[in-house]
């Protein structure tokens, strides 16, 4: 099989399993037990807390698990709208968000919130300046994602966040770096909620956690219940999974900049070999992350041509994976000639991803390309 699909989920490492395996076999008990096998427990979870926290620059105590990037999102937009909710009911946030931000601002309008949804260019790009200006007296939060998932188009956060200093100090800035884990500093972002997942950096999936700077007074809990996680996060904690993020912290952050070399390189190489396929276009923003690369086949359907990789053993996506069989709203959103947006794909590199994997690739995109007949 040829993985090229770690924007959707990344294969988890051996030491990572081994890591969770330990906890689940070994070490199975409540953080919240007043016993030694309770009171260990709670203190490896501290230890992990402050592994991730490291790879994220930001202080443990501001760092809380969830069971997931979705979760993460939903309570960061929650918790920055109760915590403004005196000084308006106004969103800012991108039409491009990863659905979890995206359906709950959906679901905020209905409650009587006005949304602003920004639209990229036909290249996917956000402006800073296109954000501020969206900015008003009333704006109680901006939620903005930094690795744009289906295009790999990275977002000026940080210049917002500078600018919203300005413009609205109080307005808060919530950011989605489920795609960009590595490529951040939370301190230097400046970004008050900052959602991360562990599956995309070879993490289990099931486990997520949210950045809470110093300016979120305390975050109103979206889960009611045991007070875990400092009383701002209840549920027994995900003992194994969160040892697992943590070891796949630690082994990303071990090899950040070979793997940052490493995926630049194989961006390079995998835009070199699939522009020798006749007709296709590559999406490309003015600043992107070097994991993911979209690229259009215009007039070839993407699900064709993701079904035809399929069966050769070869996983790249349509769009996101969230978003299976329905449009895409991030491709709509770039206002694409028809055969333009029908055709694009999505491939998504790791650490473990090698060039011969990407020449398999463009052959057989190439094969489709000459094989099948254009359908737009
Ligand atoms: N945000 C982005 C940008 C994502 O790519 C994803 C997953 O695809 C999520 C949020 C959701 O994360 P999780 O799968 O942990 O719920």
Not at 37 to 52: A, C, F
Not at 152 to 161: E, Q
Request: charged share 20%; with cysteine.
């Amino acid at each position: 099989m040829i993985y090229l699909d770690y924007a959707a989920t990344a294969p988890v490492p051996q030491a990572v399993a081994d890591a969770m395996y330990e906890v689940l076999a070994g070490q199975f008990g409540n953080p919240s037990s007043q016993y030694p096998l309770g009171l260990e427990m709670k203190k490896r979870v501290e230890l992990w807390r402050r592994t991730v926290a490291e790879a994220l620059g930001c202080e443990p105590k501001q760092l809380f698990f969830t069971s997931c990037g979705t979760e993460a999102d939903n309570w960061a937009i929650r918790a920055a709208l109760w915590q403004n909710r005196h000084l308006g009911r106004h969103v800012v946030t991108t039409a491009v968000e990863h659905s979890a931000v995206l359906e709950s601002c959906k679901w905020l309008e209905r409650e009587g919130y006005e949304l602003t949804y920004l639209a990229p260019d036909q290249n996917g790009d956000i402006q800073a300046e296109q954000v501020l200006a969206a900015v008003r007296p009333d704006t109680a939060l901006v939620s903005m994602m930094l690795v744009n998932n289906e295009l790999g188009n990275l977002y000026p956060v940080r210049p917002v966040a500078q600018g919203l200093a300005e413009k609205n100090p109080r307005t808060l800035l919530h950011t989605d770096a489920v795609q960009g884990f590595g490529l951040f500093s939370v301190k230097r972002l400046g970004a008050d909620l900052v959602t991360v997942s562990a599956h995309k950096i070879g993490g289990p999936k099931g486990i997520g956690a949210l950045y809470a700077g110093p300016r979120v007074k305390s975050p109103k809990p979206l889960l009611a219940g045991g007070g875990q996680e400092s009383g701002f996060r209840s549920g027994t904690e995900a003992t194994a999974q969160i040892a697992g993020f943590a070891k796949a912290a630690e082994l990303r952050m071990g090899r950040q900049m070979d793997i940052a070399d490493h995926l630049a390189g194989l961006r390079t190489y995998a835009i070199q070999r699939l522009l020798e396929i006749p007709d296709l276009q590559i999406l490309n923003g003015a600043a992107q992350a070097s994991h993911i690369l979209a690229v259009s086949l215009p007039g070839w359907p993407s699900q064709n041509i993701v079904n035809d990789l399929g069966g050769q053993g070869i996983c790249i996506s349509a769009g996101s994976a969230c978003h299976q069989g329905k449009p895409s709203h991030v491709v709509a959103a770039l206002r694409l000639p028809k055969r333009t947006a029908s055709g694009v794909i999505r491939l998504s590199f790791g650490p473990e991803t090698t060039r011969e994997e990407i020449d398999d690739c463009a052959g057989a995109l190439r094969r489709h390309h000459d094989q099948r007949m254009p359908m737009l």
